[in-house]
């Protein structure tokens, strides 16, 4: 089973979140229905950045690692020195 380490953007309020999931699509989709109580004060959400791996620990170690990224040129630092795959262009963005 394949696991994500994923980042979010929130475009109307310049936020980030970070999580871990086993299904990216279906984990967007609850962040966007406002079914994630943490989130849904942001919405809408579009996946900036994501990560796979082969295990959840794996996931969860590196969602960690880049909850400790306390401005946003670290967490841009943190996910290209990791090779994460980026949908859009707005990590390391001044708005």
Known sequence: MTFYTYVLYSS?????????????????????????????????WQICAYKEFIDRNGAFV?????????????????????DFITCLKVIGTEN
Do not use: W
């Not at 936020?15 to 809408?44: C, E, W």
């Not at 306390?70 to 943190?78: G, H, P, T």
């Open 12 to 44: 109307k309020f310049d936020m980030f979140y970070y999580g871990q999931t086993s299904d990216l699509q279906a984990r967007l989709i609850k962040h966007n229905l406002g079914l994630v109580k943490s989130t849904v004060r942001y919405l809408p």
């Open 62 to 82: 590196c969602e960690k690692k880049l909850k400790n990224c306390k401005s946003r040129n670290r967490v841009q630092s943190f996910i290209a020195k990791n």
